[in-house]
């Protein structure tokens, strides 16, 4: 029986930096496996740095990452593809294919990594777009829906294999507060059905003390993680830049 609390990523020493310039420094976390991770600190403090870094889209000044047991950083790219098939991504821009219909969008990742016939393909595309209120759309296209139907679309595509784990960038970027927060209930309600692991980068407020279990805070100026925990402890409790970040405390710079 597999432990609740077993953690699916792990970054040890972690250093993400450009050059000579550091953007964050020896960072340790880990994401425990069923939980709402949240990645969250101002604008430019690396956040989505961090989310490149997990994904092996770009590759660490010094230390690791490990999904489970084995090490991502040190593995070979054909290891990574295998760990990365465990992972659905929903980007901040939706980065649907617009010449496509959603069914045809939601349908690549399952026409490029199993070998499931064209009319089963039919049925997984289908449940995938009425798990996320969609059901009907199918002919649309990108270009045709709202933002937070565009959201829904590219939620409905990174789930399309079933993941493991679930990496989703500003989820509310775009979004009026009113679609922002049917989309959190969305992604709390595909977590629950699933069982996935969500990892979301976020400066949201209302999304994170909303959806998340835990949080990491990324502080620019320190280029450090300086605060970890269930958001709205880290919102009454945590360090003074952190409460500020919350809008419990005066600004600190």
């Known amino acids: 029986m597999v432990s609740v609390a077993e953690d699916v990523i792990t970054a040890r020493g972690l250093t993400m930096a450009f050059g000579d310039r550091v953007v964050i420094g020896d960072l ?13 600190g101002g604008s430019g403090c690396g956040k989505s740095t961090l ?8 590759e660490p000044a010094t230390g690791e990452v490990l999904y489970g047991t084995e090490s991502f950083t040190a593995a070979s790219q054909p290891q990574r593809e295998r760990m990365l ?25 399952l026409q490029q990594f199993t070998a499931l016939p064209a009319a089963r393909i039919r049925e997984v595309v289908e449940l995938k777009l009425s798990l996320v209120g969609l059901h009907g759309f199918e002919e649309f296209y ?18 399309a294999l079933d993941p493991e784990i679930l990496f989703i960038d500003e989820p509310s970027a775009s979004l009026d507060p009113p679609t922002g927060r049917r989309l959190d209930r969305l992604i709390l309600q595909l977590q629950e059905a699933l069982g996935t692991t969500v990892v979301v980068v976020t400066h949201d407020v209302a ?6 279990t835990r949080a990491l ?3 620019g100026d320190s280029k450090r993680a300086i605060a970890e925990g269930p958001p709205s402890e880290l919102r009454d409790h945590g360090p003074p830049q952190v409460r500020a970040f919350f809008g419990q ?3 600190v710079h």
């Open 207 to 212: 999304s994170i003390l909303g959806i998340g």
């Open 142 to 159: 990108p270009w045709e829906l709202s933002g937070g139907m565009q959201k829904r679309a590219g939620l409905a595509r990174a789930i």
């Open 85 to 109: 098939r465990r992972v659905g991504v929903l980007y901040q821009g939706s980065a649907l294919w617009t010449s496509m219909t959603l069914a045809e969008n939601v349908a690549l990742p």
């Open 51 to 58: 989310l490149r870094h997990l994904l092996g889209l770009q």
């Open 28 to 40: 340790d976390f880990a994401i425990r496996r069923g939980e709402v991770y949240v990645v969250m």
């Open 249 to 251: 405390g005066p600004s």
């Open 217 to 219: 805070f990324l502080d």
